[in-house]
Structure formats: C-alpha cells, structure tokens
C-alpha cells in the first residue's frame, strides 16, 4: 500500500512563531486530508487538498501532488493549536491511510 | 446534529471476553470506518463500509469482526480480546465520493478499551 511518511515527529514554539509541516507520500494520490488532534483526543478535519492551496485563518496548505508532499502552514502559532496533525491520503479506490503524526507543543 | 457518537467511551476487559462498539452517525453518509490509534503511531484501519450491509478489512482486520445492519450504525466486535487490541478505537464516516474524489472524514470522540 501507500507509505505516508511525516515530519518532524515533534516540534515545539514558541507562542507567536511559524512553522512548516510536511508529508510525503509514496503514490499518486486522490484524496489528501490534514487532521488535527486535540489534547483530548478530538479529531478534526482541517483541509481536504489533493492539490493545490487553501488558506483557513493562521493555516494554510500545499500538497505538490506531481512531486507527492504536502506542506501545513500555521502561522502566528497559539497554545490552542497544541496536539498531533496527521496527514491522510488516499490511491485509488482504497481507504485513507495516515501518517504517523507531528506532535506539536506551544509553549506561552 | 450529533455527528458521529461512539458508546462506551471507556471500557476494561478481561482477556477472552467479548464486546461490541457502537457507532452511530446522523449525517446520512454512506461510508462509515473502524481505525484504531496507538501510541505514538498514527491511524490504522480494521474494516470499513461503502453502504449499508457491506463491510470490508482494512490495514489491521485480525481479531475483530463489524456489521453495518443500518445505514447510520456501523459495530465493531471483538469476540475474544487480547491484551494486543488495548488502544483507542475511532469511528469515522463519510460522503460518497463526488465527481471531484472528496470524501471528507468526521470522526467520533473515541472509545478507550483496556485488555487486561
């Protein structure tokens, strides 16, 4: 199946600074997803971008899909965006398969 | 407008016993997923469902079995639990593919389940 590979695995800020998220994928793709997941364990879907770029308030992404990565942007970052962000892609008529995660930490 | 509810939200099992997650969505969608998460790893499918009476093995399928009886609820059992299927088990369900391929996931709470 298709290999998803994210990274960093860990990353702490500062409250107030960027960062970049990445993930690379192994395959074509149809359908990639960006999830955040909460300290609570709350999952929620932030994009659905197969291609191209959106922008959502402090986040954006990028997913290249002929070079297969995707990039997450959170810009000006606050305690509130703490948690793990999973990237999911899907090829063909499979189900979704996650990366590992990026554990994001923001520190006040 | 509930979404996807997930019943129970904990619950401690005796290696060998059986028990049944339930999910229920209410958001019409057709397709309905298992995952179960791990620590420190990311999402992995057990099975998953494109319509009502339809079921299908995802990534990790071994030791559990699911239903989809109704199109709004999609149960997952295990019939005789290990302490290897201690983990959190998310239900996820979606909308038939449209023209474009979306197929957005929403996701229930979690159920925490501890095979002792």
């Known amino acids: 199946g298709i290999q998803v590979e994210q990274s960093p695995p860990d990353l702490i800020l500062q409250e107030g600074a960027n960062s970049t998220l990445r993930c690379n994928f192994s395959?074509?793709?149809?359908?990639l997803q960006w999830f955040h997941q909460n300290p609570w364990g709350q999952l929620i879907n932030l994009f659905y971008?197969?291609?191209g770029t959106k922008q959502n308030g402090r986040l954006s992404a990028t997913t290249v899909a002929t070079e297969r990565y995707s990039l997450l942007y959170i810009s000006s970052s606050q305690t509130t965006d703490s948690g793990v962000y999973f990237c999911?892609?899907?090829?063909?008529?499979?189900?979704?398969?996650f990366g590992s995660g990026t554990r994001l930490q923001v520190q006040p | 407008n509930a979404g996807v509810t997930q019943t129970p939200k904990f619950r401690v099992l005796k290696t060998g016993q059986s028990m049944t997650l339930l999910c229920a969505q209410d958001?019409?969608?057709?397709?309905m997923y298992w995952y179960r998460q791990d620590p420190g790893m990311g999402l992995r499918l057990i099975h998953y469902?494109?319509?009502?009476?339809?079921?299908a093995k995802g990534e990790v399928p071994d030791g559990y079995n699911v239903s989809r009886l109704k199109k709004q609820n999609f149960l997952l059992g295990l019939e005789s639990a290990a302490p290897s299927q201690t983990s959190v088990y998310f239900c996820?369900?979606?909308?038939?593919?449209?023209?474009?391929?979306?197929?957005?996931?929403?996701f229930g709470a979690g159920s925490r389940l501890t095979v002792l």
């Open positions: 469902s494109v319509g009502e009476g339809t079921t």
């Open positions: 958001m019409n969608h057709e397709y």
């Open positions: 971008i197969p291609s």
């Open positions: 999911a892609v899907r090829s063909g008529r499979r189900a979704l398969t």
């Open positions: 395959d074509s793709v149809n359908n």
């Open positions: 996820a369900s979606s909308s038939r593919d449209s023209l474009s391929g979306a197929n957005v996931l929403t």
